[in-house]
């Protein structure tokens, strides 16, 4: 069987780290954004609107959020961190207060915690959703404990009612991080009116972008005009009602804010994203069924799992590989598929296994099993609206040949 042709084909099999050929010439990231005409005549118009920063368009980004998720209130900043330190001040985390988040998450959502002087309680997760397990928050409440941060990995919305429960039980507070979960869906309802606050972010990875960005969304009126103060050093009045003719000159600061309000361009360019959010995530599910179709079969993945209770806005597309039936471990085929020039990227390495957390709040590896197994079998592959057919067919051969070169 020396002809041509099946040497090639065997060439073609060989991982390019192994001296094969790659799957493709160009490289492939995990996640990026999708910017269309409608996007760049929106931000155009930003300049000979009067208004630069937070004005007119803010207002109509903020409605439009809000309406979309169901919320009363929506307060747009300017990234998603923002959005979830302007929620700890909304609900006046103190030093010394405890707050209950998940490791398996982004840095963002437990550094919050620390900038308020307040203290991070991480629990474990949930071994099938890879969010916090309900479980494990009831062991770790105490009389200092204020609130909960669950956040909804990879779009698949937490055990709502459950955490919802024990809040109510101990009187704490919810503010959810659902910057992966823009129209996920928790019982039929969308993400975003569950708890007493929601953050989403709008970097460009995320579902939709405004290059940086991030909303609050709430149905507290006395919340929602706390997290307009925290975006604005914590004075009373915002710019738009500061300037212009019937404006009075007079303000107070009440409480000590931040710098976090949105401009008018990155609003433009959220309301067109918003108008493409419906064909974005028919995209992402057209994606996810090609890649469950293609390997289901594999017994070396264990694909991610859709609980009955969720709608997944599929943010990311997470597989684990089966250690025991292969020979090379998690990190070898990271670099064995970036060298077939896909993208595939780690979400997340946990929060108590940063040297940061380690030094200052004494975690140590070995502390969560369930997160540190997952976190050591798990690949994201890539997963965003504009990858086209040959993209998606590049990731699957990738795959499937890296797989099948190192199996057992
Ligand atoms: C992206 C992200 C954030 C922070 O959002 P930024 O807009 O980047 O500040 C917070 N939490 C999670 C889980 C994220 O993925």
């Known amino acids: ?19 094969g050929k790659p799957v493709r010439e160009t490289f492939l990231p995990y996640a990026t954004q999708w910017i269309g005409e409608e996007e760049k005549n929106e931000v155009m118009k930003v300049f000979d609107s009067g208004w630069l920063t937070t004005g007119p368009k803010v207002r109509q980004f903020e409605k439009d959020v809000a309406d979309y998720v169901g919320a009363k209130y929506a307060i747009a900043v300017n990234s998603g961190t923002a959005a979830l330190h302007c929620c700890v001040g909304a609900i006046n985390i103190q030093p010394g207060d405890e707050v209950i988040t998940t490791p398996f998450t982004f840095l963002a959502t437990a550094n919050v915690i620390i900038y308020r002087g307040g203290k991070p309680v991480l629990v474990d997760i949930d071994e099938e959703t890879y969010n916090i397990d309900p479980n494990e928050i009831r062991k770790k409440i105490t009389t200092r404990t204020k609130a909960i941060i669950p956040m909804h990995y990879g779009g698949h919305p937490c055990k709502m009612d459950e955490i919802k429960e024990i809040a109510q039980k101990h009187n704490l507070y919810i503010i959810e991080d659902a910057a992966h979960a823009l129209s996920a869906e928790y019982q039929d309802e ?18 939709i972008t405004t290059a940086e960005g991030g909303i609050i969304t709430t149905n ?62 028919k995209k992402r599910e057209e994606i996810v069924a090609q890649y469950n179709q293609a390997f289901f079969a594999m017994p070396e993945l264990i694909l991610p799992s859709v609980k009955s209770y969720a709608k997944s806005s599929w943010h990311l597309y997470p597989i684990r590989v089966n250690n025991d039936l292969l020979k090379v471990d998690r990190n070898q085929l990271i670099r064995a598929l970036k060298a077939e020039n896909i993208g595939v990227n780690v979400h997340y390495i946990p929060i108590h296994l940063h040297s940061y957390y380690q030094k200052n709040y ?47």
């Open 190 to 207: 969308k993400i975003g009116t569950f708890s007493d606050l929601s953050c989403f972010s709008f970097h460009p990875v995320k579902n």
């Open 1 to 19: 069987m020396g002809d041509k042709k099946s040497v090639m084909k065997m060439e073609n099999q060989k991982p390019a780290i192994e001296g």
């Open 362 to 408: 004494g975690f140590k590896a070995g502390d969560f099993p369930v997160c540190e197994r997952i976190y050591n079998s798990i690949i994201t592959l890539p997963l965003f609206p504009k990858m086209n057919t040959q993209d998606v067919q590049d990731v699957i051969n990738a795959v499937k040949k890296v797989i099948n070169y190192y199996k057992k």
């Open 220 to 281: 507290n009126e006395e919340l929602a005009k706390f997290c307009v103060m925290h975006r604005t050093h914590g004075i009373t009045k915002e710019a738009m009602e500061r300037y212009g003719k019937d404006a009075d000159w007079g303000y107070d600061m009440e409480r000590l804010g931040h710098r976090y309000n949105m401009t008018e361009f990155q609003a433009a360019l959220g309301v067109a994203q918003l108008k493409k959010i419906e064909k974005f995530q």
